[in-house]
C-alpha cells in the first residue's frame, strides 16, 4: 500500500537552488525562454512537471511563480543535460522584471514540482496548446518520439509512431518555438485568431480535422492553455472516445502543496467531487475526472 506521506507526486525530491540566468532568448512577441544550470533538477524532471520561479534578492513580487519545463539540454554539449529551460509571456510585474534580466543574474528556483504527464503507448499522441500553452509539449514529444529520456527514477514505457502539436494563438506575432517542435519531429498545426498563420480559426477546429485523418485506434490528447479551450477540448475528446488529459495552470503561490490556492474539483470514485491540489495532484489531470465549472 502506498504510503500517503509519500506519495509519488508530493515533493519530497525537490532542489532549492540559487542559479544564474545562462540564457534569455526572445521568442516571439512578450515571449521568452530562460536556461538556468542545475544538474539535480535537469536529470530529475520529467515532461509536465515545473519549477517554481522568484528573482533573487526581490520582495515585489514575494511569492514565486510556477513554469512548466520546456527542455533540458547541455550546456557543454556533453552527454548529461545539465540545464532546464522554461518559457513564459510577459503579462505581470515578475514576467516583466524578468524580461529585462541579463545572464549573471540570479533566480530561486526550487523543483521539479507536480506529477507529470502519464506514460502511454500510443499509436498518434495529440497535442493541442492554445496561448502559451505549447511549452510543456517540446520535452512531451521528444519523449514520446525517443528522441530524449528525461527523469532519473523513470522507466521510459512512453511511446508514439506520430505526435502532432495543434497550436493556437491570438496573431502569428505570439507563436513561439515552431522551429523547436519541427526539429524534434512533431507535425506543427497551427492556427491563429486573425489568420495570419496557418488556419484562420479556433485551435479545437484544427484538432477536430487531425481526428478525422487519424486512426481511431490508440490515439490520445494532452492539452493545456486556457480553461474554455481545454474544457472544449475534453468535450471534443469525449465525443470521439479519445482518452484526454489536460495540464492546468492555476494560479500557486507555494508549488509544494501547503496554501490550497490552487485547488480544482476533481469527481471521486462515488459521484462527488473534491478539491484536489493543483500543483501536487496535478498539473495534469484526466479530464475525464474534472469538474468543469
Not at 522584471?97 to 533566480?107: D, E, H, N, R, S
Not at 519523449?143 to 491570438?170: D, H, I, M, P, W
Not at 519541427?182 to 485568431?193: K, L
Request: glycine share 8%.
Amino acid at each position: 500500500m502506498t504510503n500517503p506521506c509519500h506519495a509519488p507526486y508530493y515533493a519530497d525530491e525537490l532542489q532549492h537552488q540559487t542559479v544564474a540566468i545562462l540564457l534569455n532568448q526572445r521568442l516571439a512577441k512578450d515571449t521568452y525562454k530562460i536556461r538556468i544550470r542545475s544538474s539535480e533538477i535537469a536529470q530529475r524532471i520529467r515532461p509536465g512537471q515545473f519549477l517554481m520561479v522568484r528573482i533573487s534578492g526581490a520582495n515585489d513580487p514575494l511569492l514565486g511563480r510556477a513554469f512548466a519545463l520546456y527542455d533540458v539540454v547541455s550546456h557543454d554539449d556533453s552527454a548529461a543535460a545539465d540545464c532546464v529551460e522554461f518559457v513564459y509571456l510577459v503579462g505581470g510585474k515578475m514576467t516583466s522584471a524578468m524580461a529585462k534580466m541579463q545572464p549573471g543574474q540570479q533566480l530561486d528556483i526550487w523543483g521539479p514540482l507536480g506529477n507529470g504527464f502519464p506514460e502511454l503507448d500510443v499509436e498518434h499522441l495529440i497535442l493541442v496548446a492554445g496561448g502559451i500553452g505549447q511549452t510543456p509539449f517540446l520535452a512531451t514529444g521528444k519523449s514520446f518520439l525517443g528522441k530524449q529520456a528525461y527523469g532519473l527514477s523513470v522507466t521510459e514505457t512512453s511511446s508514439a509512431n506520430r505526435v502532432t502539436l495543434c497550436y493556437g494563438a491570438r496573431t502569428a506575432d505570439y507563436l513561439a518555438g515552431i522551429d523547436d517542435f519541427r526539429w524534434a519531429g512533431m507535425d506543427v498545426r497551427i492556427s491563429t485568431d486573425d489568420g495570419s498563420h496557418g488556419h484562420h480559426g479556433l485551435v479545437t477546429e484544427t484538432l477536430r480535422q487531425v481526428l478525422t485523418e487519424a486512426s481511431a485506434d490508440s490515439r490520445a490528447i494532452f492539452c493545456c492553455g486556457p480553461e474554455p479551450m481545454m474544457h472544449a477540448v475534453a468535450n471534443i475528446a469525449e465525443a470521439e472516445n479519445v482518452r484526454c488529459f489536460v495540464s492546468l495552470e492555476a494560479p500557486m503561490a507555494c508549488g509544494i502543496g501547503i496554501c490550497f490556492t490552487c485547488v480544482t474539483k476533481v469527481k471521486m470514485p462515488d459521484g462527488t467531487w473534491d478539491f484536489k491540489r493543483t500543483c501536487v495532484e496535478g498539473p495534469i489531470f484526466d479530464a475525464e475526472k474534472l469538474e468543469w465549472d
